[in-house]
């Protein structure tokens, strides 16, 4: 059967990015033994400008049924005065939560090079490649009570809470353990089991669906904290790192600048898998839509290209052709071919067409 691929290009450099992907995704069905059913539709100010609504009921229908979406980016100052709940961002947050996207995918991979660039020594970032699990819809950002109250004494008192089930923890750390086995085999759980319940049940559920159904896989748990030493100190100590919506929100940022620039971090957003077996998934770019440069031919396409070999990768089983496609960018950068944002000195400044084009001809 063909692949079932949607493409939500949304605003900025989000539709000059994925132009380049549509030239690679193209290349790929003449070339490769994968078809694909591409469909593309509105997303964020795009669809705001045309349905009033930054994501309609249809496209949400669509990303339910499809293999896996592919989504540029959302956002812009067109669109900046509108009221919180009709803004293009809820369009993106709405997909997330329609589909259910409960564990968020953020690589930190080191390209050869790109070693210079870092802001840490070449040896303890040569060679990096790190997988951060977080947590998308639980925890701290969404658990009850929350809200901010005036207390009898004058005083303000703001509050959110910390809350994980079972269920919440073990679907997410089975992602982690499925993904450990395509990779290094190893996971490192972090919350702070010393000082909060929620990290002791954590730690527990972990540790019990390993000890159940991947005893093959290699655990260790460490405080959310001294994760956070540990990835600038050591971060090839690590393989893949699973932990909650809060830690992981910092410690994926953390990873993610170990190795580079905005223009080169995909990701992707994981949920269940439903009774044909098809996991739901939408992979993106981790940058935002770049209004300061969007329409100069300035945008680096390469972190959403690397989201379509995500895509291939976790949601299309093909493992070669995403090695295809992170081997073209390997080498295109070792020719010293560069977008504006990772140039370097002796580099040879291109545009986003012309990054395309150097891909598509490794
Ligand atoms: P941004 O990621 O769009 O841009 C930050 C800086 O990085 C800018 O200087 C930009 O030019 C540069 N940059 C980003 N991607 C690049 C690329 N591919 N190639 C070269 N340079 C790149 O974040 P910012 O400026 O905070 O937000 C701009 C708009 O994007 C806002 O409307 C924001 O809400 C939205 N946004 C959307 C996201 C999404 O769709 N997932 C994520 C983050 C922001
Ligand atoms: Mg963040």
Same mark, same amino acid.
């Given at each position: 059967? /063909?692949?079932?691929?949607?493409?939500?290009?949304?605003?900025?450099?989000?539709?000059?990015?994925?132009? &380049?992907?549509?030239?690679?995704?193209?290349?790929?069905?003449?070339?490769?033994?994968?078809?694909?059913?591409?469909?593309?539709?509105?997303?964020?100010?795009?669809?705001?400008?045309?349905? +009033?609504?930054?994501?309609?009921?249809? *496209?949400?229908?669509?990303?339910?049924?499809?293999?896996?979406?592919?989504?540029?980016?959302? +956002?812009? $100052?067109?669109w900046? =005065?509108l009221?919180f709940?009709k803004k293009p961002e809820r369009?993106?947050?709405?997909?997330?939560?329609?589909? &259910?996207?409960?564990? /968020?995918?953020?690589?930190?991979?080191?390209?050869?090079?790109?070693?210079?660039?870092?802001?840490?020594?070449?040896?303890? @970032?040569?060679?990096?490649?790190?997988?951060? @699990?977080?947590?998308?819809? +639980? #925890?701290?950002?969404?658990? %009850?009570?929350? +809200?901010?109250?005036?207390?009898?004494?004058?005083?303000?008192?703001?509050? /959110?809470? &910390?809350?994980?089930?079972?269920?919440?923890?073990?679907?997410?750390?089975?992602?982690?353990?499925?993904?450990?086995?395509?990779? #290094?085999?190893?996971?490192?759980?972090?919350?702070?089991? =010393? @000082?909060?319940?929620? !990290?002791?049940?954590?730690? %527990?559920?972990?540790?019990?669906?390993?000890?159940?159904?991947?005893?093959?896989? %290699?655990?260790?748990?460490?405080?959310?904290? /001294?994760?956070?030493?540990?990835?600038?100190? =050591?971060?090839?100590?690590?393989?893949?790192?699973?932990?909650?919506?809060?830690?992981?929100?910092?410690?994926?940022?953390?990873?993610?600048?170990?190795? #580079?620039?905005? !223009?080169?971090? $995909?990701?992707?957003?994981? #949920?269940?898998?439903?009774? *044909?077996?098809?996991?739901?998934?939408?992979?993106?770019? @981790?940058?935002?839509?770049?209004?300061?440069?969007?329409?100069?031919?300035?945008? =680096?396409?390469?972190?959403?290209?690397?989201?379509?070999?995500?895509?291939?990768?976790?949601?299309?089983?093909?493992?070669?052709?995403?090695?295809?496609?992170?081997?073209?960018?390997?080498?295109?950068?070792?020719?010293?071919?560069?977008?504006?944002?990772? &140039?370097? $000195?002796?580099?040879?400044?291109?545009?986003?067409?012309?990054?395309?084009?150097?891909?598509?001809?490794?």
């Open positions: 059967a /063909n692949k079932s691929l949607l493409v939500l290009p949304g605003d900025g450099i989000g539709p000059e990015v994925m132009g &380049q992907v549509r030239r690679v995704v193209d290349w790929m069905d003449k070339r490769r033994a994968v078809s694909f059913d591409v469909t593309e539709d509105l997303v964020g100010g795009a669809a705001i400008d045309v349905h +009033g609504i930054p994501v309609t009921d249809a *496209t949400v229908e669509k990303a339910m049924n499809v293999d896996a979406v592919l989504l540029g980016a959302v +956002g812009g $100052p067109k900046d =005065n009221d709940s369009g993106l947050l709405r997909l997330r939560k329609d589909l &259910q996207l409960y564990a /968020n995918l953020r690589p930190a991979l080191c390209f050869e090079a790109l070693v210079e660039a870092s802001t840490l020594k070449p040896e303890i @970032v040569s060679g990096l490649d790190i997988m951060i @699990v977080r947590e998308l819809t +639980g #925890g701290v950002y969404f658990g %009850e009570p929350r +809200g901010i109250e005036t207390l009898p004494n004058g005083e303000r008192r703001g509050v /959110n809470t &910390q809350v994980y089930t079972t269920s919440e923890i073990r679907r997410v750390a089975a992602v982690a353990f499925e993904l450990a086995r395509k990779r #290094g085999n190893r996971v490192t759980s972090c919350e702070k089991a =010393n @000082v909060m319940e929620s !990290g002791v049940l954590w730690r %527990e559920e972990v540790q019990k669906l390993h000890d159940e159904s991947f005893g093959d896989v %290699e655990l260790s748990h460490m405080y959310a904290d /001294n994760a956070a030493m540990q990835l600038v100190r =050591n971060p090839k100590q690590f393989d893949v790192i699973v932990t909650d919506n809060l830690f992981g929100d910092i410690l994926s940022d953390e990873a993610s600048m170990l190795t #580079g620039s905005l !223009g080169m971090l $995909p990701s992707a957003s994981l #949920g269940d898998v439903d009774e *044909t077996g098809r996991r739901k998934a939408l992979y993106e770019p @981790v940058h935002g839509s770049a209004p300061d440069i969007a329409g100069s031919g300035k945008a =680096n396409p390469i972190a959403t290209i690397l989201s379509l070999a995500m895509a291939l990768r976790y949601s299309f089983d093909l493992a070669d052709d995403a090695d295809l496609v992170e081997e073209a960018v390997k080498k295109v950068l070792a020719k010293g071919i560069r977008t504006a944002d990772i &140039q370097a $000195p002796g580099s040879t400044v291109v545009s986003t067409g012309q990054m395309g084009d150097a891909l598509l001809a490794e």
